[in-house]
């Protein structure tokens, strides 16, 4: 476990965390005055590796080779000179800071990166934060890296801090559904609720997305039934030639039978606290890894139609109520068009003509309705 204290006066800034992977949905746009959920959970903490935030350079601003170097390897909007290594924690965890709302600028419904951290250290006012909770952005306390030292600390709970094998994570990790409800912020008629395709899902597939069309090598890609092929086959069959041999992605991990020799390339899951990508053995171990968090990973692989609820009340021991699924979306499913861009752009395989021209017609084929 550690703390979080301030780089200036050594004051704490949060509670006991423990490491777990960064959110592949951190930096995720989501709609348009969408009110998103909390991104870390409570006692967690994930460090983001790449620049990250303001301030921001024009692609014409910067120098290639630099953006080369960071591993941005086609151009871009914009590329940050931002400190690398901030870490996100829950806002709830984040302790002995003030707001400070002069650096808030460039919101809309709550606060955003605007001008830089926002949140200071309450014993000396060092800017060590930012609070994100603006509309459409998943709500995180984003601690500066140059402002704040990470320390070790021994809690009695340190032992229940050890790295979970795949077959605890299989028997006791959290699957993660593909629909969920979405709010939108308070208007004068009140919240507005609906049941759409889950922003983590559409987040988890942009970055796999651009992993399999950068091993796919100008090749048709075949997904397996059911989600896998809702999720994936429709992008895959509209972004690809059809006129050559298909190259095959299946689902592996634990729990799941081994890839066959016929596996190009294998969705696999992440681990939630390492971030390490499961490695098949035998035949499939050179199969092209496509990783997927692992919640929506375990949801893929063991699909569960309905969420079941213990029957109350007068009904007899080991009956659950009969409750109605959740609803379907009234749209097929569509990739976060972000979270594909960012991940594709830094793939060397990005540089390939086919993959350079998806990217330059990234907006065609968001009003096509692939992304």
Not at 195 to 217: F, K, T, V, Y
Request: proline share 12%.
């Amino acid at each position: 476990m550690f703390v979080f204290v301030c780089a200036g006066c050594g004051a704490g800034l949060t509670v006991p965390l423990s490491q777990v992977e960064l959110p592949v949905h951190a930096h995720q746009k989501y709609g348009n005055g969408i009110r998103l959920p909390v991104l870390m959970e409570p006692g967690t903490f994930a460090v983001e590796p790449e620049r990250w935030g303001p301030p921001w350079r024009r692609w014409e601003e910067a120098d290639a080779d630099e953006a080369a170097a960071r591993g941005i390897h086609v151009p871009v909007h914009a590329v940050s000179d931002g400190a690398p290594g901030a870490v996100a924690i829950a806002p709830g965890d984040a302790r002995g800071t003030v707001l400070v709302p002069e650096k808030g600028g460039g919101h809309c419904c709550g606060l955003d990166w605007g001008d830089g951290p926002n949140m200071a250290c309450e014993a000396c006012g060092l800017p060590v934060a930012s609070r994100i909770d603006d509309c459409s952005l998943w709500q995180a306390v984003w601690l500066a890296p140059d402002a704040v030292r990470r320390r070790p600390v021994a809690t009695a709970g340190d032992s229940e801090a050890a790295v979970s094998s795949w077959e605890e994570l299989l028997e006791e990790g959290r699957a993660t559904p593909p629909v969920e409800p979405i709010t939108r912020w308070a208007s004068l008629c009140g919240l507005d609720h609906w049941w759409s395709w889950s922003p983590r899902w559409e987040a988890a597939a942009g970055r796999a997305l651009a992993h399999l069309l950068a091993a796919a090598d100008g090749r048709p890609v075949t997904v397996p039934d059911g989600l896998a092929a809702e999720v994936f086959q429709r992008a895959l069959d509209a972004l690809l030639p059809a006129d050559r041999p298909a190259r095959h992605a299946v689902l592996a991990g634990p729990g799941l039978p081994a890839p066959g020799t016929d596996a190009d390339m294998v969705l696999v899951p992440t681990h939630p606290q390492t971030g390490e990508p499961w490695s098949p053995a035998g035949p499939a171990a050179s199969a092209y890894p496509v990783p997927l968090p692992f919640g929506i990973w375990k949801w893929m692989a063991f699909p569960e139609p309905q969420l079941r609820l213990p029957a109350s009340g007068t009904m007899p021991d080991g009956v659950l109520r009969d409750d109605p699924p959740a609803p379907r979306p009234d749209h097929l499913f569509r990739a976060d068009a972000g979270t594909f861009r960012d991940t594709l752009v830094r793939l060397p395989a990005a540089r390939g003509a086919r993959l350079r021209e998806i990217l330059d017609d990234l907006v065609h084929h968001m009003r096509a309705g692939l992304f």
